[in-house]
DNA sequence: TTGTAGGCGTTATCAA
DNA sequence: TTGATAACGCCTACAA
């Protein structure tokens, strides 16, 4: 005893409260069975044309959209995967999103996105209703490009952590290679003409901080230049600080160069400093920020120079190891993704 | 024909590749059928109690999880809705889907993140597969503040649409208060004792600036005051437009002693220009911004008060709305919500 | 209180 | 080439 409500079904294209067809309202329509309806909409052969054809201009007439939910059931995927970010701006984790969406295809995979703000309770709250919605894999993106704690080992799903690595050296994690980024500002630096060339960065307490910053003394070394100013200056991520810093510096070492800073609001306040102090940028001191942070780069005056971390790519490839795990092991430990420059005017060779 | 490797079931927590248990599963180590599995489960009425604990210390040996895709399929619900967003840098989407997860809680609703990102074509695509996997509803968040397209009628699911409103007013949309907003910031500069307040605004092509413009002349006229520099400065939302427009200001209307600024980003500029001008903030000049963007408002010097669109509230109503659409039309039109405003030293009192 | 059975929308395996 | 039919995992009448 079948309920269906046949009169609304054919014009049911108009009536929103109208339930969506499905398959078996589709073959009926066609006059065929379910199973010939399904084949004939999926592509697969052993359907003739004209069948094909019937059960096409029905499915199209209904407006008929297949109900991914019953799919995955027999299928055994979703095509989804969760985010699980603790990124309050979603600075990161858009990024993220977007290479992840790029790398499976957008009608292929979609992305479930849940925001934990730091909070580990809240955390298992998502990660519980991510599994239990049978995700076919997990992103996880840390606020802070430090090693986080894991979700957990045995989960039945693959994990990818990216930006911000697992604490746990069985999990896989993708993170930027910071140390190869200091080369690439430092390097850059030297190429324009550079060759007293300072750091500023922030809180000592990122290991990221250091990670740059040992890049920019192995590059320096290689090229048997000193680092102007005899050390790093740590600090904290903040545009005063990057004031101050300079200050510090200028006063200490008047023969500078070029400032590499550890993030795109610091070079704010180095560039702000310098021209407090009557140098130009880039003619007396070029400078290179971190982050490639469109806000700060572009509304700085000169535009700043600056590394990517090319977030999108970290996504893409958090996507790609997720799809390869759906038949083979995922991998362990932290791989390291290259960073960009992107050079703007503030290291503009003269 | 059953196929349970039953020897790895009850240890089966350990292995990743194991398929999740099923309540099938759980029903039988518990001895009892699924449908008594799933009352217990459930916490519905007719099961004894130690049926109930049998079947719960079952479900929790072999760490059950209920296929939520499966549950859905037979309510007719999913517990997910869309999120369609055009926000490259998730400024918008992500405080808008944080107020969707309070609203809705965290383990009822389930948010689909797609970004568009300004593509009508991408957006169809979205469109498409988030209907195909049955969302319950929609949120789409445009990019700018102007009416966008709306994504259809007679969509099979409810819709609103967030910070930028449909141009079809038979959708439902939810913005910002523009114009309240606008007086907001006026009344309150008036209430810190300023009498002499200029414009400073962005981009004449959007409409919220007209309308933040506008409430600020309201409230003018309502306390029989002038705008300073009599006219609202219109530009481009930058920086460098806060200074240049301060500067023009300043030698035309050397009274002023308080700008409203459109964006926090044109306040910074108008800072610096003063303080280029020898003015100090607050005391000569108090300046307020808009978006309380915090990268800029704590950044500032002093720390600038602006005013906040309260998006996760946007996020939190547009759930709510949805959630109300399932039993009951959606209504249509815009819904204005107000802003609120939040005080920092650029417009301390003396 | 418990179990049986039907159905949610699809796909896949067989027969026909 | 087509069409029954049995899953997929769960819920909910209804029957026992």
Same mark, same amino acid.
């Given at each position: 005893m079948?309920a269906?409500a046949k009169g609304?079904?054919v014009s049911?294209e108009?009536?929103p409260? !109208?339930?969506p067809a499905t398959l078996?309202?589709?073959?009926r329509?066609?006059?065929v069975?379910? !199973?010939t309806?399904s084949?004939?909409l #999926? @592509?697969?052969?052993h359907?003739?044309?004209?069948?094909r054809?019937?059960?096409l201009q029905a499915?199209?007439l209904?407006?008929?959209?297949?109900n991914? $939910?019953?799919?995955? *059931?027999? &299928?055994g995927?979703?095509g989804?995967?969760g985010?699980?970010?603790?990124?309050?701006e979603g600075?990161l984790s858009i990024?993220?999103?977007?290479?992840a969406?790029d790398?499976?295809?957008?009608? +292929?995979?979609?992305?479930?996105?849940?925001d !934990?703000?730091g909070?580990t309770?809240?955390?298992?709250?998502h990660?519980?209703?991510l599994?239990?919605r049978r995700?076919?894999g997990?992103?996880v993106v @840390?606020? +802070?490009?430090d090693?986080?704690p894991?979700i @957990?080992?045995? $989960?039945?799903?693959p994990?990818?952590y990216?930006?911000a690595?697992s604490?746990?050296?069985?999990?896989?994690s993708?993170?930027?290679? #910071?140390?190869?980024?200091g080369?690439l500002a430092?390097r850059?630096?030297i190429?324009?003409?550079r %060759?007293?060339?300072a750091h500023i960065t922030?809180?000592?307490s990122?290991g990221?901080?250091h990670?740059? =910053?040992?890049?920019? +003394?192995?590059?320096?070394a290689a090229?048997?230049?000193?680092?102007?100013g005899? +050390?790093?200056y740590?600090g904290s991520?903040?545009?005063?600080?990057?004031?101050?810093a300079?200050? *510090?510096?200028? %006063?200490?070492?008047?023969?500078v160069? !070029?400032?590499?800073?550890?993030?795109?609001?610091?070079?704010?306040g180095?560039i702000?400093? $310098?021209h407090?102090?009557g140098?130009d940028?880039?003619?007396d001191?070029?400078v290179i920020?971190f982050d #490639?942070w469109?806000i700060?780069?572009?509304?700085?005056?000169?535009?700043?120079?600056?590394?990517?971390? #090319?977030?999108?790519?970290? @996504?893409?490839v958090a =996507?790609?190891r997720?799809? &390869?795990?759906?038949?083979?092991?995922?991998g &362990?430990?932290?791989e390291?993704?290259?960073?960009?420059?992107i050079?703007?005017e503030?290291?503009a060779?003269?």
């Open positions: 079948t269906w609304t079904a049911g108009q009536r409260s !109208a339930r078996h309202d589709v073959a329509l066609a006059g069975s379910v !199973a309806a084949k004939a #999926n @592509g697969r052969k359907v003739s044309a004209t069948t054809a019937e059960v499915a199209d209904l407006a008929y959209s297949p991914t $939910l019953a799919r995955g *059931l027999v &299928a995927r979703t989804m995967i985010l699980l970010t603790s990124d309050l600075r990024p993220i999103l977007m290479g969406e790398a499976f295809g957008v009608d +292929r995979t979609s992305v479930l996105l849940c !934990a703000r909070d309770i809240r955390e298992g709250h990660l519980r209703t599994l239990s995700v076919d997990l992103i @840390g606020a +802070r490009p090693p986080r894991s @957990g080992r045995d $989960l039945p799903v994990v990818v990216a930006y690595p604490a746990d050296p069985q999990d896989l993708l993170v930027s290679d #910071n140390v190869a980024a080369r430092v850059h630096l190429e324009i003409g %060759t007293r060339i922030g809180d000592a990122y990221a901080a990670d740059r =910053a040992r890049g920019a +003394r192995d590059e320096l090229q048997r230049l000193p680092l102007a005899d +050390r790093v740590f991520w903040s545009e005063a600080w990057g004031r101050n300079t200050r *510090l510096l200028l %006063t200490q070492h008047t023969a160069d !070029a400032i590499f800073a550890g993030s795109d609001q610091i070079a704010r180095v702000d400093a $310098l407090g102090s140098l940028v880039p003619r001191v070029a920020g #490639n469109e700060f780069t572009t509304a700085s005056r000169p535009p700043l120079s600056s590394i990517d971390m #090319n977030l999108e790519t970290l @996504g893409r =996507a790609e997720l799809a &390869a795990a759906l038949d083979g092991p995922l &362990a430990g932290t390291y993704l290259p960073c960009r420059l050079q703007r503030s290291t060779t003269a």
